[in-house]
């Protein structure tokens, strides 16, 4: 398996346009992680699906924030519109199921808003 | 809420020494504990768990004590090497929130040729 993939790798864009950052976890796990890491705050988590429904988004930022997961092999984070301070790296995980707590992480984005 | 502290870094040793990582917890329930690395340019891997009092996580000749008595769970090393430079994150999971996992701040370890 090719574990997570996650894109782009980078983004660079300007203040209030959108950002829309993709994920395709491992095949057959049914578990999804959205986590932002900065210097700052260390790795937070931002939302968490299981079986493709989202269980727990409180650590989303703001309402400029959204997250869907269509499919058991996609999900989407979006910015809308973007700010400075999103600037981060942004990691997408995913776990057998939710009760496994082995998470296999992706590469990241590395996302800089000018 | 649960919470985990570890000791700031960068950690700077040479090859060959014996390497100590701090990391101490406040939960409400009884956590799972896990040490995971992030090699540059990656993400994180789970290095070692335990799920219970005195349990000893071990994997690559690392090695964690979940230490219930003093919330800890050190990592620790014997013999250190170059390929070991990474980014170390100890975390919990605990039942009475939710089984989410929360990451200590990490901790940065250059190892010296």
């Known amino acids: 398996d090719a574990g997570v993939i996650q894109s782009p790798r980078h983004e660079v864009t300007e203040m209030g346009q959108e950002v829309t950052l993709r994920c395709k976890p491992i095949s057959g796990h049914n578990s999804l992680f959205w986590y932002r890491q900065t210097m700052m705050r260390g790795l937070e988590l931002l939302i968490y699906f299981n079986n493709n429904v989202p269980i727990d988004d409180s650590g989303m930022p703001e309402d400029r924030f959204s997250a869907k997961m269509p499919n058991a092999s996609f999900s989407t984070l979006k910015i809308q519109p973007s700010e400075p301070r999103d600037s981060a790296v942004y990691f997408c995980a995913s776990s057998l199921d939710w009760g496994e707590r082995k998470l296999f992480f992706g590469s990241g984005t590395q996302l800089s808003v000018l | 809420g649960d919470s985990v502290t570890q000791m700031e870094g960068p950690v700077t040793l040479s090859e060959e020494a014996f390497l100590t990582i701090n990391c101490t917890y406040t939960a409400t329930g009884y956590p799972s504990l896990f040490w995971y690395v992030q090699y540059p340019g990656e993400g994180l891997q789970l290095l070692l768990k335990?799920?219970?009092?005195?349990d000893k996580g071990s994997n690559k000749g690392f090695e964690a004590t979940y230490r219930k008595e003093t919330t800890s769970f050190h990592l620790e090393k014997g013999s250190v090497q170059v390929s070991d430079s990474a980014v170390y994150f100890c975390?919990?999971?605990?039942?009475?929130?939710?089984?989410?996992?929360?990451f200590g701040k990490g901790t940065r370890l250059h190892i010296l040729p």
């Open positions: 335990a799920t219970k009092a005195d």
């Open positions: 975390a919990l999971s605990d039942q009475q929130e939710d089984d989410k996992i929360i």
